[in-house]
């Protein structure tokens, strides 16, 4: 048994909207069975056109999701076929993750998003001094990702921006996603001296006994 669909591989789909994939059968009979699987929420109806052709026809509800539609036909359990077409979102970007948090010591960082378009980054202007587009990654007719690289943050304030994955052509409202770097840890140097001498006590490390005084490069607090 064969199925064959027409089209064969996506449709761009929008909300309340009617479509129509048609397909054609080999190898059955009057006794095959023919079911169709959606994602939720679509309204599907078959009409055939004798045995081995037909259309299916669906309907799309207002608010949608990409998925897959998926027709089968079988004679019994040994004997089936099927054909997958994907459903995909006409001007639809939508993020796997909206928020992006890193080390003071930058780096690499991966933003996944599902687009049937292709999008860009805006950066703003105040942050291109620390973030930069190192390249987009198309890996699928949907799924795509694009890398930005985040330089070293030397200050010791968390810094943090709002970035936008754009359509050029204006078809698909832009979705926008934060990235926040951590501040740097300041290096405290502390200076020790004594007035008493270093004693060695009898299986013990050297102990610095007391009265003594405490220095610092920078003002501190706490008791010694």
């Known amino acids: 048994m064969e199925i064959s669909i027409e089209p064969e591989v996506s449709i761009i789909i929008e909300p309340s909207a009617t479509y129509s994939i048609s397909f054609a059968l080999k190898g059955v009979n009057s006794s095959t069975d023919i079911t169709v699987d959606t994602p939720q ?70 933003i996944d998003y599902d687009a049937n378009i292709n999008c860009t980054v ?13 390249s ?4 699928a007719i949907s799924k795509k990702s694009v890398l930005l690289n985040v330089s070293a943050n030397k200050g010791t304030d968390e810094r943090r921006t709002n970035l936008k994955l754009v359509d050029p052509e204006g078809k698909a409202p832009e979705v926008t996603f934060h990235v926040v770097q951590n501040g740097s ?18 299986n013990r490390d050297h102990i610095i006994t007391k009265p003594y005084i405490a220095k610092s490069d920078t003002p501190c607090h706490g008791v010694f």
């Open 185 to 202: 840890t300041p290096t405290v140097t502390y200076h020790v001296s004594t007035t008493t001498p270093i004693v060695q006590l009898p």
């Open 41 to 110: 929420d679509y309204k599907v109806k078959i009409e055939k056109n004798g045995i081995a052709k037909g259309k299916v026809i669906f309907n799309t509800p207002p608010r949608i999701n990409s998925g897959k539609l998926t027709i089968r036909a079988m004679n019994n359990p040994e004997k089936s076929a099927s054909a997958t077409i994907l459903l995909q979102e006409k001007g639809a970007i939508r993020m796997v993750q909206k928020s992006y948090r890193l080390y003071s010591d930058g780096g690499k960082v991966v």
């Open 136 to 139: 987009p990654n198309l890996r």
């Open 122 to 134: 805006e950066i703003p202007v105040e942050a291109r001094s620390w973030i930069s587009e190192e």
